[in-house]
């Protein structure tokens, strides 16, 4: 049988690693990003790409039908795409909000709705795992829009995962700290501000996504069969322990 993967922000740092461990574990991956240059850039002319927006309602569906039409059923849904914000509530102006809102929330629920609906027409079982983040568990200063798109996001996983778990659909979400990829090149871009960053987990350093993209693969396999609806941190101990203070 083939297994099909379609994986989202693909032409990101997440995205890349995750194309490279889900092709070592045997899936066909069809890379989709809002622009073909960037996919190809990031993974070679051969690579096959879908150009849309997953962030709207028709992008999504065009996504899964492109897939389907040129490949066929995609059983399994990695979505990358997303944004990070570092910005305080009071100098988050409503444009940012809404592009963080649009880039995370949006994408999830329209891309994760679209792969459902194929997949039940279809009738045929899946699994899917979104991007969280740390700051959706716990409070982090100057985060407000992207902590509120990420709750968003993992209530969605939760709520979806209950749903279509009787037409074994699993959903599940992993929610990484900071990760070396271009989306903090620049809060980690010097050796401070990357030493600073490094220091706040009670593991000291920086996510790599190529840990990250292991247990994704891993959510999306047979291994994890009988487990939905949970979210996974890869957080170096952040948003569950307080180290001893010393
Ligand atoms: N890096 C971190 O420290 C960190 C920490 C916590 C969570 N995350 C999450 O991890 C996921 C992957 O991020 P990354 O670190 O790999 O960042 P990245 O390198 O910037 O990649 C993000 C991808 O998302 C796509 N994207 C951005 N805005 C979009 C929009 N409005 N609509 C549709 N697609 C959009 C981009 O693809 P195109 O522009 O090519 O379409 C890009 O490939 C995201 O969900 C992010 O929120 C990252």
Not at 37 to 45: F, K, M, Q, Y
Request: hydrophobic share 50%; net charge positive; aromatic share 4%.
């Amino acid at each position: 049988m083939t297994t099909i993967a379609l994986l989202t922000g693909a032409s990101g740092g997440l995205g890349h690693a995750l194309a490279a461990e889900l092709r070592r574990e045997g899936w066909t991956v069809i890379l989709v990003g809002r622009d073909l240059e960037r996919l190809r850039a990031a993974h070679g002319s051969d690579a096959p790409c879908i150009e849309t927006d997953v962030s709207t309602p028709e992008g999504a569906r065009v996504a899964v039908a492109q897939c389907q039409r040129a490949i066929g059923l995609p059983t399994a849904l990695a979505h990358c795409a997303g944004t990070t914000l570092l910005a305080p509530l009071h100098r988050t102006t409503p444009e940012l909000y809404r592009n963080c809102l649009t880039a995370n929330l949006d994408s999830a629920f329209f891309m994760l709705g679209a792969f459902v609906d194929a997949l039940r027409e279809a009738r045929q079982p899946g699994a899917a795992v979104v991007v969280s983040s740390v700051v959706a568990r716990i409070g982090v200063a100057n985060h407000e829009a992207i902590a509120a798109a990420k709750a968003g996001v993992e209530g969605l996983v939760r709520s979806a995962a209950a749903t279509y778990a009787p037409a074994r659909i699993r959903i599940n979400a992993v929610a990484p700290g900071i990760m070396d990829t271009p989306a903090v090149a620049r809060i980690i871009g010097n050796e401070v501000s990357r030493a600073g960053a490094a220091r706040q987990y009670p593991l000291p350093g920086i996510g790599d996504p190529a840990d990250l993209a292991r247990l994704m693969a891993w959510l999306l396999s047979d291994r994890a069969g009988w487990i939905t609806g949970q979210v996974w941190a890869m957080d170096g101990g952040f948003s569950s322990i307080r180290p001893l203070v010393r």
